[in-house]
Structure formats: C-alpha cells, structure tokens
C-alpha cells in the first residue's frame, strides 16, 4: 500500500517552492524558446522556413502537451508526484537535445512533439505539488511564485537570444535547453513519495492490476463530472483552452509579428523581455489580491488587461510607453494561464487536485495546438502588421466571457 504523506512542515516550503520555480523556469525557457528562435529561423535560407513554419512548429510542440497533461495529472494522484516529475524533467532534456541536433524542418519538429510532451507534464504535476504543500490563504501566492518563474524562463531566453543571435546558430538555444537534467536527483531526493494528504484510501484497492489502474482513471475523470463540478469543469476547460491559444499564440508569434511592424531583431526580442518580466512580476502583486477573496475578479481582470495592452501595442507609441504596455501583455497573457490553474487548484479536491490539473490543462492544451497556427493564417490573410495583434486580442475578449460565468465561490465542495 502506498503511504499518505504528511503535512510538509514549514521548514520544507520554502525548499519545495524553490524546486518547483526551477522546474517550471525550465517550463517557461522552453516555451519562449520558439519565439526566440523564430526570426533567426526564417533568415537561415538553409532550413528553407517561412512564416507558416512558426505556426506549424508551435502546433506540434503543443500537440504533444496533451499526452504529457493528462498522463502526468493522473500519475500524480496514484503515486504521488515524485516520479512522474522526475521522469518529465529528464524527458524534456533528452528532447531539447534530440531537438538541438535535428538537420532538417521534420527533425526539428519532431523534436518539439517531444519536448511538447514533457512541458504538458509540468505544470499540473508542480501545481499540484505546490498546493498540497501552500500554507492556507497563501495558495494563489504560492502558485503565483512557481508560474512565475514561467516568465522567468522566458526571460532568460529572450536573454540569450538576444546576446546569441543571431551570429550564432539557433540550435545554441536548444543545447543550453539539455541542462535541466542536473534537477533529476534533486526532484528524486526532495519531493516526497507516495499520495497527497486526503487521498481516498478506496483508491488503493486496484492498485496492483491493470484493470484496477484503468478503473480508478476512469473514476478519477468521471468525479470531474459529478453533479456539482459538471458546469465548473466545462467552463475552466473552455477558459484554459483560451488562456493556451493566447499564451501559446503570443509567445511563438509576439518577435515576429513585431519585426513586421518595422522593429528590428533586437528592439522585438527587448519587447519579449519586457512581456516575460511583467508576467512574473505582476503575477506575484494579483495573486496577493486573489487570495484575499476576489480569484474570479482577477482571472477575469488579466484576460481583459491582455486584450487591452495587445490592443495599444498595434499602434504607434513612444518606446518606453511600448515597452511598458509589453509588460503589461505579458502579466494579462500568461497572468491568465496562472489564475486558471489557480483556479482549477482551488476548485479541486486534493484527491482530485491532480487529475483536475492535469486533464483540463490537457484539454486546455488543444489551445495551444490551435492558437500558433491560427495566428499564422491571421497574418498570412491580412497584409497590415496590425492583423497580428487583433487576431491576439480574440482568445482573450472569449476567455473574459467565460471566466464571468465560472461559480462565485470556485469550490464544488468540502475537501
């Protein structure tokens, strides 16, 4: 029988937060590496890229996503989540390299496919981790420090791109992306074995068959379905998949759609810094005001902040004005994914939490699949620079419809 953890004692948040920022740092690299490469990709005449290969590129990398958030998500909640992260981190490594030394467009995206895989595992499997472990009243800040570091991650990108391209290679990206794998020992020493605290104990009767495993999955997916989280369950799926299409569409698309708006390679990788950036920092001030009660408002208020700074940066602006609304797209566009798994965190159960994260994120991921190649064929149909940043604004105007639609109290029940 697997044990049930005990509560983390205090002294061990801080070092399970630090972890989970580290591993979602990896998250946020790899997910702003596509823009960053981007340009650079399209001036090598050698790969023979054009402009709809970011968009296809960006859909096979979150075409893999799902498969990651859904297995990860209920891994998490059968065996704990010390091994299904532990493996997820090796895999990406092991991806980024096969991605690195890919020699032709099909090689690279397959190398995406896979490094989609394993970045649709993390941030279920460190939401759930860091909520079991958030102190009470402190888990959107908690959740807020770790999805921050996405933002971090893709900053350090945007960092490298910006003093590596374009004189060297894009694949230098990619190599710095294998270095991640030096965290596999330290996941394996610091996140504790076994279930979540208030796991069901009827969830371990099957535990050594097949049909058992298979049963309990299909249980665990049913309960999200149950009377009370039916219509919560929808809606948060529907408000991820936006969340996904806008975060996945502006991260792939944001240098190059700025680039055709007449900035060069440097000045449109300044703007991605300036968006990563206020996506960590801003996140960390929203989520202080969304454990005080108003998690709704806030989702709903970063899916409208979103749309209005992507909005203001189609048009022509003093740079510094510009840089600063950059920031501000960047809190609302990935500040909406972040208050949606917060959401999700708290609409759960911890028996359930992981499951929850990981099939509406895997849901959610079908977004992220959509979301680059619908940019592609936005830009590729309209000649006007502006059309990039309009078709930006859409997933985010129907992602703060749906969010006011989601239930008040975002609990289906007692945990």
Avoid at 153 to 163: E, H, I, N
Avoid at 197 to 205: F, K, N, Y
Wanted: aromatic share 6%; charged share 10%.
């Amino acid at each position: 029988m697997t044990a049930t953890l005990a509560p983390p004692a205090t002294r061990m948040r801080t070092g399970m937060l630090a972890l989970a920022c580290l591993v979602l740092f990896i998250d946020g690299y790899d997910l702003f590496a596509l823009g960053t490469i981007g340009p650079s990709l399209l001036h090598d005449r050698s790969w023979g890229a054009h402009p709809s290969t970011l968009g296809t590129l960006g859909s096979v990398t979150a075409a893999g996503m799902p498969f990651g958030s859904i297995l990860a998500g209920w891994s998490a909640d059968r065996w704990g989540r010390r091994v299904p992260l532990a493996l997820s981190v090796g895999w990406i490594s092991v991806s980024m390299l096969a991605t690195a030394l890919a020699g032709d467009l099909t090689q690279l995206g397959a190398g995406r496919f896979c490094t989609g895989i394993g970045i649709g595992a993390l941030a279920p499997l460190v939401s759930a981790l860091v909520s079991d472990g958030a102190p009470a009243g402190r888990r959107t800040l908690h959740l807020a420090v770790a999805l921050g570091s996405i933002g971090v991650g893709g900053t350090a990108s945007a960092l490298l791109g910006r003093f590596l391209l374009p004189e060297h290679g894009f694949q230098s990206i990619f190599w710095i992306g294998v270095v991640p794998v030096v965290l596999v020992p330290l996941i394996w020493v610091m996140v504790p074995a076994g279930r979540p605290q208030h796991a069901r104990p009827e969830a371990t009767r099957h535990e050594t068959t097949r049909v058992g495993a298979a049963r309990d999955a299909w249980r665990a997916v049913a309960e999200l379905f149950s009377p009370s989280a039916r219509r919560g369950t929808v809606l948060l799926w529907l408000a991820t998949f936006m969340s996904m299409a806008l975060v996945y569409s502006t991260t792939a698309w944001l240098p190059t759609v700025m680039m055709r708006s007449g900035y060069n390679l440097g000045s449109s990788l300044e703007f991605m810094i300036a968006f990563s950036v206020g996506a960590s920092a801003g996140g960390l001030v929203v989520s202080l005001l969304a454990d005080r009660g108003h998690l709704k408002l806030v989702t709903l208020g970063t899916f409208v902040l979103a749309a209005l700074a992507l909005l203001t940066l189609s048009s022509n602006q003093p740079r510094p004005l510009l840089l600063a609304v950059s920031a501000l797209a960047g809190l609302g566009s990935l500040g909406c994914q972040n208050m949606i798994i917060a959401c999700m965190s708290a609409f759960y159960p911890p028996h359930l939490r992981g499951t929850g994260l990981g099939v509406g994120l895997g849901a959610g991921r079908i977004g992220a699949i959509v979301g680059p190649s619908y940019l592609s064929a936005a830009t590729a149909m309209a000649s006007s620079p502006r059309t990039g940043f309009v078709a930006f604004m859409i997933p985010a105007v129907l992602g703060a419809a749906i969010v006011a639609l989601l239930p008040r109290t975002l609990s289906p029940g007692p945990e």
